[in-house]
């Protein structure tokens, strides 16, 4: 399968923690994109690294890359009980959204 | 608001009748896809349409048909509901054309008894 793989598939921090998130896959990807998926309601996007860029920021988000090693890892900082949803990592292997795959998610869970 | 609408939003159907889920966008974009969702699976890609009349397959399209007639509607059909179609279904567009950002509908719930 060429979708990503998340790891934890669950965590649970306090209000205030920093949440990581990690991403496998296993072939050369174009670029990794996360999503964040509140329950019940359909994916939203949250950012997107390309395969030549190592490290992205976006407000309290932080991507990095790492194509050595086929990885990624989502970092949000300072997290609150909004960002309690599941996040999904969908590595692009080719020119197009048929070429999306995505992961079964980590559920995060930030307590107040 | 990526202007995405799922029709119907909950359906509970019976084996081996058809059934066809319809997204609406508003913003004439040329891509449009059909996703489901499952435990353990994550989303898995159905079909998708690069234009009216023209679609592909996508990693799980057995059972399943499109049409896209107009640029703003792109219509799912199951031919005959199996309980293995149980899932939740979405749709999304795709709005950049150098990358697969994918912007998503709320989803349709199909339960196949």
């Known amino acids: 399968s060429q979708q990503g793989e998340e790891d934890p598939q669950a965590l649970s921090i306090q209000e205030g923690e920093n949440a990581t998130m990690n991403c496998s896959y296993k072939?050369?990807?174009?670029?990794l994109q996360w999503y964040r998926q509140n329950s019940g309601r359909g994916l939203v996007h949250l950012i997107l690294?390309?395969?030549?860029?190592r490290e992205k920021h976006s407000g309290r988000l932080r991507v990095t890359l790492d194509t050595s090693k086929k990885s990624s890892s989502l970092l949000i900082t300072a997290s609150r009980a909004a960002d309690t949803a599941s996040y999904f990592c969908?590595?692009?292997f080719g020119t197009g959204a048929n070429n999306l795959f995505f992961g079964t998610g980590t559920r995060l869970t930030v307590i107040p | 608001d990526a202007g995405i609408t799922q029709s119907p939003r909950h359906k509970v159907t019976e084996t081996g009748t058809p059934v066809t889920l319809r997204c609406h966008q508003t913003?004439?974009?040329?891509?449009m896809y059909w996703y489901r969702q499952d435990p353990g699976h994550g989303l898995r890609l159905i079909h998708y349409?690069?234009?009216?009349?023209?679609?592909d397959k996508g990693e799980v399209s057995d059972g399943y048909s499109v049409s896209r007639s107009k640029t703003e509607d792109f219509l799912l059909t199951l031919e005959s509901a199996t309980s293995s179609q149980t899932s939740v279904y979405f749709c999304?567009?795709?709005?950049?054309?150098?990358?697969?950002?994918?912007?998503f509908g709320e989803g349709s719930r199909l339960t196949v008894l």
């Open positions: 969908a590595p692009q």
């Open positions: 999304a567009i795709r709005k950049d054309r150098d990358t697969g950002e994918l912007f």
């Open positions: 349409s690069y234009g009216v009349k023209d679609t």
């Open positions: 690294i390309r395969s030549n860029e």
């Open positions: 913003e004439n974009h040329r891509y």
């Open positions: 072939t050369s990807i174009n670029n």
